[in-house]
């Protein structure tokens, strides 16, 4: 059945609405960074580029780095723009634009993701490079699908008996990332943990500046849960939409985090640009 205009919208160029690309733009493995203006700290160190746009704050080189083609996305803050980016990169792959109908044959990505984060382990220092083994999403984006099969229950009643969770708050889901891309990453340089995806910066991470908190003690109550041997490392906005729409779309996701913050002692990299930096450049070599 043909998908509707109203639904697969498209550019009179022929291009995906918002992120302005067409299928020929986008390469098997994509980077995603927060910042637009963090593209360029990555594609500086590709041999070659083919192709750059930029629509709001989408922007996309594509280009070569050692005989590999790689693609690099600005997604912008928080899950609602990975809704629109992950959608939409699995449209230019895995849909035909002339008949807007599904392809039989569906394409797999390798979606990497180079972001920020605040730690909330007091162990965990500033300055290094956290993987997410898991993203605990806290947003309520991914309840608009079908997640019941990509889910982990069990972790998560356990989450919400710990921290009593409010039921006028979306249900925490969490989603674990790909172990194939995890252990391709990891090293002696790397932690991992769960990555919790909050759907702002300041209240819904604990942020007090005029306004009042729900829950004065969630952040308490999540730096002291633990599942498994396994417990939550680090806030940010991004990853649990990533690794949940990835895991119904049939797609490879792993989110990189550098540390520029511990919540628990209060403390923010001295050098934040460096250590965003090195992270880049250890991932471009396991890439």
Request: charged share 20%; hydrophobic share 40%; net charge neutral.
């Amino acid at each position: 059945m043909s998908i509707k205009e109203s639904e697969l919208i498209l550019n009179p160029d022929g291009s995906i609405y918002h992120l302005n690309l067409k299928p020929e733009h986008i390469a098997d493995t994509v980077v995603f960074v927060g910042d637009q203006d963090r593209v360029a700290l990555v594609t500086k160190h590709f041999d070659s580029i083919e192709f750059e746009t930029q629509k709001r704050e989408f922007k996309t080189i594509t280009g070569t780095l050692k005989g590999k083609r790689i693609s690099v996305i600005s997604t912008g803050i928080g899950t609602d723009n990975i809704d629109i980016v992950l959608n939409e990169l699995d449209a230019l792959v895995n849909i035909d634009f002339k008949t807007r109908t599904i392809k039989s044959k569906l394409k797999s990505l390798n979606l990497i993701r180079i972001g920020t984060s605040g730690a909330l382990q007091p162990d965990i220092p500033i300055d290094s490079f956290l993987i997410s083994a898991y993203g605990l999403d806290i947003s309520g984006m991914l309840h608009a699908y079908q997640t019941q099969n990509i889910s982990n229950p069990k972790m998560e009643a356990a989450f919400i008996t710990h921290t009593n969770w409010d039921t006028n708050k979306a249900k925490p889901l969490i989603i674990e990332g790909s172990t194939a891309l995890i252990s391709k990453f990891e090293s002696s340089n790397t932690i991992k943990g769960v990555t919790a995806t909050a759907n702002g910066f300041y209240g819904p991470q604990g942020r007090v500046l005029r306004l009042k908190l729900n829950d004065v003690n969630l952040n308490n109550k999540m730096d002291n849960f633990t599942f498994a041997n396994t417990k939550i490392t680090n806030l940010e906005m991004e990853t649990a939409g990533i690794y949940g729409l990835a895991k119904l779309l049939g797609h490879h996701t792993i989110s990189l985090n550098a540390i520029i913050a511990n919540r628990a002692h209060g403390t923010f990299s001295k050098n934040p640009l460096q250590t965003i930096e090195n992270l880049i450049t250890y991932t471009l070599d396991r890439i």
